[in-house]
Structure formats: structure tokens, C-alpha cells
């Protein structure tokens, strides 16, 4: 099993940047890839960015490149989603989702284990 905890969350003015953290612990050695995705109320859950546990180059969205950075931190088991240039349309609850080996990393079905999420709300 693995446990994933995000804070981060908040309030911000368009234009403004907010940093997601997410910590994992239990059996992080099985994790693969771990990602982020998000969900505006009445939406469905849509795929953000992910990375290697390993390492390598993430893959982003392409709403989230240019603004979106994911970076990892393994001695803390912590993956981090900095958001810069924030717009009203990011508004929504943010998830990061820890993949095991041979499922698609674009999708939420490919995820084994989910955060609780937080909220990320942007004001115009």
C-alpha cells in the first residue's frame, strides 16, 4: 500500500503562483510514476503532468507547459507541482495519483493509489 498526503492549496489572484506538495510514504519502492491531475466542479478528473519515480523527463499536459513544473524529491518521498501564471481556469481540486509499472501515465484509470486532493482556487 501506498499513502499520499498534498497540501499547498489555496487562495490566489490570477497571475500568482502556488507550490502543491505531495508526500508519500507505505511501499514507495513499488511506485512508478507518480502524477498530478485536477477536477473543476461538474468536470472530469483531467491529467496535469507526471514524472519517473526514477527520474527522467516529465511529460505535461498542454495547458500545464510553460507554467507547470513537477520535481521530485526522493530522501523526502515528495513530489512537488509548482503552478506559475495561475489562471481562473485552474481552478479546482488538485490530486497527485502514484502509478505501479504498465498503465498509461496520461490517465486517472492507470492510477493505483490517490491523494485526498486539495483546493486550488484562482479569483480574476
Known amino acids: 500500500q501506498v499513502q499520499l498526503v498534498e497540501s499547498g492549496g489555496g487562495l490566489v489572484q490570477a497571475g500568482g503562483s502556488l507550490r502543491l506538495s505531495c508526500a508519500a510514504s507505505?511501499?514507495?519502492?513499488?511506485?512508478?510514476?507518480m502524477g498530478w491531475f485536477r477536477q473543476a466542479p461538474g468536470k472530469e478528473r483531467e491529467f496535469v503532468i507526471y514524472?519517473?519515480?526514477?527520474?527522467?523527463?516529465?511529460f505535461y499536459a498542454d495547458f500545464a507547459k510553460d507554467r507547470f513544473t513537477i520535481s521530485r524529491d526522493n530522501a523526502k518521498n515528495t513530489v512537488y507541482l509548482q503552478m506559475n501564471s495561475l489562471k481562473p481556469e485552474d481552478t479546482a481540486v488538485y490530486y497527485c495519483?502514484?502509478?505501479?509499472?504498465?498503465?498509461?501515465?496520461?490517465?486517472?484509470?492507470?492510477?493505483?493509489?490517490w491523494g485526498q486532493g486539495t483546493q486550488v482556487t484562482v479569483t480574476s
Open positions: 507505505g511501499r514507495t519502492s513499488s511506485i512508478n510514476v
Open positions: 514524472i519517473s519515480w526514477s527520474g527522467g523527463t516529465p
Open positions: 495519483a502514484a502509478k505501479m509499472p504498465g498503465r498509461i501515465a496520461t490517465l486517472a484509470r492507470g492510477y493505483d493509489y
